[in-house]
């Protein structure tokens, strides 16, 4: 027998495989319009799409019946990712490398500031760069994102007779959490006058035990000193060269409690279409953040997917809205928290940056 060269789903590479999926879907609907009688068309092209923004529907003037409602299927299941072209904007970033880094920006805090009072900007779901559209949350190595600005990391660990392996759902994400605690401890070494926070919960498993497992984790890859070690809120200066664990799972205290935040996360975006809904629950807490309790850190995810809007799609949309809603507040006195996105683009960290 000869090596294997089939193309079956189980030989496919994930990124593939997702893209074959999205296609074959979008044929068989396809086909299925085809078969439609002339009165089924006037049915379905008097089904209201409601799309009414420029940057969500692509212009169909002039496009057959059957191009129209393909266009206006691909943008109902957020079918993006079906490119291989990456994307630098100013607002959004799917490339490889950021635009450009600002690794020391914490340096100009002052040391008496609560952390609570710092704006800072963070990633969703930190280390979901494999896995193909529907998986995918950033581009960029955990290393670049640190130099590029991010603060705030969302580690996901599954967790198998003691071992923590980075997962997003399903998606393995070819790293562990010591590749993590590596990389953190690494950055602050080089930039101890910076700090990070990191959100970590459980992932594609139901153990609700991993407290052992992390603290294994953390003298093996990285220093026990390194831990903010108390779930009161610290200024700057005592914050320095720390990573902070918002434990987001049960045990002793290792850190804060990422319960005590003020968290905004409506993440569910079945399609596009509810891109407005979600981006009403970012301006809303964006809203709140300035004139909330200076006691708690806020917290705005402006991630959100769905089967049929992933996440990349999503991203494309919010941070574009997130970046003009910022530019308009430009010279103002302004405490936002922590905006986490996906894909975000140098500008747009260097934007939130600026607010402190």
């Known amino acids: 027998m000869g090596s294997a060269t089939s193309t079956s789903p189980i030989n496919m590479p994930p990124h593939l495989f997702t893209q074959s999926v999205s296609v074959s879907l979008l044929l068989a609907v396809l086909l299925w319009l085809q078969g439609c009688q002339a009165e089924d068309y006037h049915l379905l092209g008097s089904v209201p799409i409601n799309i009414t923004e420029e940057s969500d529907m692509a212009s169909t003037k002039g496009v057959p019946r059957m191009g129209k409602m393909l266009i206006e299927l691909m943008t109902l299941l957020g079918a993006v990712g079906l490119s291989n072209s990456a994307i630098q904007r100013p607002d959004y970033d799917d490339t490889a490398a950021p635009e450009f880094l600002n690794p020391s920006w914490m340096a100009d805090l002052p040391d008496s500031r609560?952390?609570?009072?710092?704006?800072?900007?963070?990633?969703h779901n930190t280390m979901a760069i494999y896995g193909g559209a529907l998986a995918e949350c950033q581009s960029w190595s955990l290393a670049s994102q640190l130099r590029a600005g991010v603060r705030f990391l969302d580690v996901r660990v599954r967790h198998v007779r003691g071992n923590l392996t980075i997962h997003h759902g399903v998606s393995y994400q070819r790293a562990h959490f010591g590749d993590v605690l590596e990389g953190v401890a690494d950055f602050l070494r080089e930039y101890p006058s910076e700090m990070v926070l990191m959100r970590l919960k459980e992932e594609f498993s139901e153990t609700f035990d991993i407290y052992g497992a992390v603290v294994s984790y953390i003298h093996l890859y990285a220093d026990w000193d390194l831990l903010w070690h108390s779930r009161l809120m610290p200024t700057v200066g005592q914050a320095r060269g720390k990573l902070i664990v918002l434990q987001d799972f049960g045990g002793p205290d290792l850190g804060m409690r990422y319960g005590s935040l003020d968290i905004a996360d409506d993440w569910k975006v079945p399609t596009l279409l509810h891109v407005a809904?979600?981006?009403q629950s970012v301006h809303e807490h964006l809203e709140t953040a300035p004139v909330g309790n200076k006691a708690y850190i806020f917290l705005t995810y402006g991630s959100g997917?769905?089967?049929?809007?992933y996440p990349n799609a999503i991203a494309q949309r919010i941070n574009a809205r997130l970046y003009d809603y910022l530019m308009a507040l430009i010279g103002q006195?302004?405490?936002f928290g922590i905006i986490t996105m996906d894909f975000p683009a140098s500008p747009l960290l260097q934007m939130i940056i600026n607010f402190n």
């Not at 609560?114 to 990633?123: A, I, K, N, W």
């Not at 997917?305 to 809007?309: E, K, L, Q, S």
């Open 305 to 309: 997917a769905g089967i049929f809007a």
């Open 277 to 279: 809904e979600k981006w």
């Open 333 to 335: 006195n302004r405490r």
């Open 114 to 123: 609560p952390l609570s009072e710092v704006t800072m900007p963070g990633t």
